[in-house]
């Protein structure tokens, strides 16, 4: 089963509430507001009702949203109550990308300002959920580009304006080593997947964009497995360095973004949807590049080196494909209105 979390006091199963005494009652789950997060001390706020908390009044019980976007929730007399209902809206992510469904539109290319640039700096951090670039400088040196220095965007591609690089993180399976990507396209998973986020740059922070629906623009990359990713080898060398839980590490020789992403950076599939993780807020313009990277298996199997929290290994942290509903996935065309001139090309990968 892809993504879905199975704690020892609560079982998911899709309309369904269990109790740890053993008893069942069954319910039909009714999800009054979409993305509403669930506040931790009233229950009878939970968007996915009713429940037997919130039937008795029970004012004081505890309410959690978890990683998978299913509810849960703790009584006063500490039993458990769950349901496998995902009640976060109807424009979740990620999804299977149907090829033959995907509907071919005109758009211009990424702009990207920035990616091609000398980095100074590059700091992962374990999360305790992933792997994650926490902070990225950019050389100021005489010698630089013209772009280092400034900061990090991406434009065109249908975007409305430009977005500024905040992070990037990767998604991985260790249990279904083949099924690790949290995007699939025609129903086909992938080992890994990376994901380059972007605020819009009108927005001041992270936590302001959060709000917007225009607020975030995603572009994910597939791994499959292959050769060893040259590009890749510092990042995957630091994990030994970060196995615990909130460690961090400068990554020796940092690599420029645009060596992270594929050749072709003209070729990918956009939608719109949400975050893949809490509080999986549906203001992402998802940007997935058609053509996947390679990891060697010696690669993939690094991120078992990353504990979390709990000194656990983080095997598993991509969540289950999402229902499309009547969202349109749009498959990128050759636009006559070119961003030729303004286009950084990505760097030469035998240099």
Same mark, same amino acid.
């Given at each position: 089963m892809r993504g879905m979390l199975v704690s020892k006091e609560t079982r998911f199963v899709t309309a369904t509430v269990f109790e740890t005494s053993g008893q069942t009652e069954i319910v039909t789950i009714n999800c009054l507001n979409p993305g509403e997060r669930v506040p931790q001390n009233m229950c009878a706020r939970?968007?996915?009702?009713?429940?037997?908390?919130?039937?008795?009044?029970?004012?004081?019980?505890?309410?959690?949203?978890?990683?998978?976007?299913?509810?849960?929730?703790?009584?006063?007399n500490n039993k458990f109550f769950s349901n496998g209902i995902t009640c976060v809206g109807n424009q979740q992510s990620p999804v299977d990308i149907k090829t033959a469904d995907a509907i071919g539109k005109e758009m211009t290319d990424l702009v990207f300002t920035g990616y091609d640039s000398d980095i100074n700096e590059l700091i992962i951090t374990n999360t305790g959920k992933t792997a994650q670039a926490t902070s990225v400088t950019l050389s100021t040196k005489a010698t630089a580009k013209e772009a280092d220095g400034k900061k990090i965007?991406?434009?065109?591609?249908?975007?409305?304006?430009?977005?500024?690089?905040?992070?990037?993180?990767?998604?991985?399976?260790?249990?279904?080593?083949?099924?690790?990507?949290?995007?699939?396209?025609?129903?086909?998973?992938?080992?890994?997947?990376i994901h380059f986020v972007h605020r819009n740059s009108k927005y001041s922070s992270v936590t302001e964009a959060l709000k917007k629906r225009d607020g975030l623009a995603v572009i994910a990359v597939l791994f499959e497995k292959g050769a060893e990713n040259e590009n890749y080898m510092e990042i995957f060398e630091s994990f030994q360095r970060i196995k615990k839980a /909130? @460690?961090?590490?400068?990554?020796?020789?940092?690599?420029? %973004?645009?060596?992270?992403?594929?050749? =072709?950076?003209?070729k990918f599939?956009?939608?719109?949807g949400s975050l893949t993780t809490k509080p999986f807020t549906e203001n992402v313009e998802w940007i997935v590049m058609e053509e996947p990277l390679e990891l060697s298996e010696a690669q993939l199997a690094k991120f078992g080196q990353l504990k979390d929290s709990e000194?656990?290994?983080?095997?598993?942290?991509?969540?289950?494909?999402?229902?499309?509903?009547?969202?349109?996935?749009?498959?990128? /065309? @050759?636009?006559?209105?070119?961003?030729?001139?303004?286009? %950084?090309?990505?760097?030469?990968?035998? =240099?």
């Amino acid at each position: 089963m892809r993504g879905m979390l199975v704690s020892k006091e609560t079982r998911f199963v899709t309309a369904t509430v269990f109790e740890t005494s053993g008893q069942t009652e069954i319910v039909t789950i009714n999800c009054l507001n979409p993305g509403e997060r669930v506040p931790q001390n009233m229950c009878a706020r939970n968007p996915c009702v009713p429940n037997p908390c919130t039937r008795n009044g029970d004012k004081n019980a505890k309410c959690t949203v978890e990683d998978s976007g299913s509810y849960s929730c703790q009584c006063s007399n500490n039993k458990f109550f769950s349901n496998g209902i995902t009640c976060v809206g109807n424009q979740q992510s990620p999804v299977d990308i149907k090829t033959a469904d995907a509907i071919g539109k005109e758009m211009t290319d990424l702009v990207f300002t920035g990616y091609d640039s000398d980095i100074n700096e590059l700091i992962i951090t374990n999360t305790g959920k992933t792997a994650q670039a926490t902070s990225v400088t950019l050389s100021t040196k005489a010698t630089a580009k013209e772009a280092d220095g400034k900061k990090i965007t991406i434009g065109g591609a249908d975007l409305d304006g430009t977005y500024e690089f905040e992070q990037f993180h990767f998604h991985w399976n260790l249990v279904d080593t083949a099924d690790g990507s949290e995007h699939t396209i025609d129903g086909k998973g992938f080992p890994s997947e990376i994901h380059f986020v972007h605020r819009n740059s009108k927005y001041s922070s992270v936590t302001e964009a959060l709000k917007k629906r225009d607020g975030l623009a995603v572009i994910a990359v597939l791994f499959e497995k292959g050769a060893e990713n040259e590009n890749y080898m510092e990042i995957f060398e630091s994990f030994q360095r970060i196995k615990k839980a /909130k @460690a961090e590490t400068p990554v020796e020789d940092p690599p420029s %973004l645009m060596s992270l992403l594929p050749d =072709d950076t003209t070729k990918f599939y956009r939608y719109k949807g949400s975050l893949t993780t809490k509080p999986f807020t549906e203001n992402v313009e998802w940007i997935v590049m058609e053509e996947p990277l390679e990891l060697s298996e010696a690669q993939l199997a690094k991120f078992g080196q990353l504990k979390d929290s709990e000194g656990n290994s983080i095997t598993a942290n991509d969540r289950e494909i999402q229902p499309l509903r009547d969202r349109d996935i749009f498959k990128r /065309k @050759a636009s006559k209105y070119s961003t030729k001139d303004t286009f %950084l090309q990505p760097q030469n990968r035998s =240099d």
